[in-house]
C-alpha cells in the first residue's frame, strides 16, 4: 500500500509553467506569421506603387499610340490601345483593393482566425500584380505598330484575352475616349483663320448738301 500512495504527481507549480511556455510559444508563433504577413504585404504594395507609376507613363504611350494608329487609318488596332490602358488600370485597381483587404485584417484583432484570408488575399494581390508584369507589355504595344502577319496574330491574342476582361460599360468607355481622340484628330486638321485679317474700310459718306443738276430742257421739234 505504501508503494501505491508513493507514486508521484505533477506539481501544480510545474504544469502552471508548462502551460505559460505553450501560450508563450504560440503567442510567439502567431508574431512571427503576423510579422511574415506585414513583410509579404509591404513588399506587395511596394511592388503596386512601381506598377503605378510605370502605368502613368504606359498610359501616356498607349493613348499616343492610338491616336498614331488612328492617323494611319487603323480604327480596331487604336481601340486595343485603348481597352489595353483600361484594362491595366482596372488590375491596379484590382490589386490595391486586395491589399488594402489584407493590411486591414492584419490590424484586425481576429487574426488567429483570419490567417487563411489574409495569405489568400496577399495570393490574389500578387497574382494580378504578376499579371500586370507579364501580359501585355509596352512591347506588344509596339507590336502593334507594325503591319505584318506576327503582329496581326498578336493583336488577335491580345484582343483574345481582352475579350471577356472589360464589361459592356467598359466597352461603351472606350468607345466614347476613341470618338474623342476622333473629333480632336479632326478638328486639329481644320484650317485656322488668322487673325490679323485685314478688311478694306468703307467709303465715308457725304457731309455736303447734295445738289441735284439742273433739268435739260427738251428741244423743239421742228414742224
Given at each position: 500500500m505504501g508503494g501505491v500512495f508513493s507514486k508521484k504527481t505533477p506539481a501544480p507549480a510545474n504544469a502552471a509553467a508548462?502551460?505559460?511556455a505553450a501560450n508563450r510559444a504560440k503567442a510567439q508563433q502567431q508574431v512571427s506569421s503576423k510579422d511574415k504577413a506585414m513583410l509579404e504585404l509591404k513588399a506587395s504594395r511596394d511592388r503596386l506603387k512601381k506598377y503605378q507609376k510605370a502605368l502613368e507613363v504606359e498610359s501616356a504611350t498607349l493613348e499616343s499610340k492610338a491616336r498614331q494608329l488612328l492617323a494611319k487609318k487603323q480604327k480596331d488596332r487604336a481601340?486595343?490601345?485603348?481597352?489595353?490602358?483600361?484594362?491595366?488600370?482596372?488590375q491596379i485597381e484590382q490589386a490595391d483593393t486586395h491589399l488594402l483587404n489584407v493590411h486591414q485584417m492584419i490590424g484586425s484583432v481576429e487574426w488567429e482566425s483570419q490567417q487563411l484570408q489574409i495569405f489568400e488575399g496577399l495570393k490574389a494581390g500578387n497574382?494580378?500584380?504578376?499579371?500586370?508584369?507579364?501580359?501585355?507589355?509596352?512591347?506588344?504595344?509596339?507590336?502593334?505598330?507594325?503591319?505584318t502577319q506576327e503582329a496581326q496574330a498578336h493583336a488577335d491574342e491580345i484582343s483574345r484575352i481582352l475579350g471577356g476582361a472589360l464589361s459592356t460599360?467598359?466597352?461603351?468607355?472606350?468607345?466614347a475616349e476613341l470618338a474623342e481622340i476622333?473629333?480632336?484628330?479632326?478638328e486639329a486638321q481644320l484650317?485656322?483663320?488668322?487673325?490679323?485679317?485685314?478688311?478694306?474700310?468703307?467709303?465715308?459718306a457725304p457731309t455736303a448738301d447734295v445738289v441735284a443738276p439742273p433739268a435739260r430742257r427738251a428741244k423743239p421739234v421742228l414742224a
Amino acid at each position: 500500500m505504501g508503494g501505491v500512495f508513493s507514486k508521484k504527481t505533477p506539481a501544480p507549480a510545474n504544469a502552471a509553467a508548462e502551460r505559460h511556455a505553450a501560450n508563450r510559444a504560440k503567442a510567439q508563433q502567431q508574431v512571427s506569421s503576423k510579422d511574415k504577413a506585414m513583410l509579404e504585404l509591404k513588399a506587395s504594395r511596394d511592388r503596386l506603387k512601381k506598377y503605378q507609376k510605370a502605368l502613368e507613363v504606359e498610359s501616356a504611350t498607349l493613348e499616343s499610340k492610338a491616336r498614331q494608329l488612328l492617323a494611319k487609318k487603323q480604327k480596331d488596332r487604336a481601340m486595343l490601345c485603348l481597352k489595353m490602358r483600361k484594362f491595366k488600370l482596372q488590375q491596379i485597381e484590382q490589386a490595391d483593393t486586395h491589399l488594402l483587404n489584407v493590411h486591414q485584417m492584419i490590424g484586425s484583432v481576429e487574426w488567429e482566425s483570419q490567417q487563411l484570408q489574409i495569405f489568400e488575399g496577399l495570393k490574389a494581390g500578387n497574382s494580378v500584380l504578376d499579371a500586370i508584369h507579364k501580359e501585355m507589355t509596352i512591347e506588344a504595344v509596339e507590336d502593334l505598330m507594325l503591319e505584318t502577319q506576327e503582329a496581326q496574330a498578336h493583336a488577335d491574342e491580345i484582343s483574345r484575352i481582352l475579350g471577356g476582361a472589360l464589361s459592356t460599360q467598359d466597352e461603351d468607355a472606350v468607345l466614347a475616349e476613341l470618338a474623342e481622340i476622333e473629333a480632336a484628330a479632326f478638328e486639329a486638321q481644320l484650317p485656322i483663320a488668322p487673325d490679323d485679317v485685314l478688311v478694306a474700310p468703307l467709303p465715308e459718306a457725304p457731309t455736303a448738301d447734295v445738289v441735284a443738276p439742273p433739268a435739260r430742257r427738251a428741244k423743239p421739234v421742228l414742224a
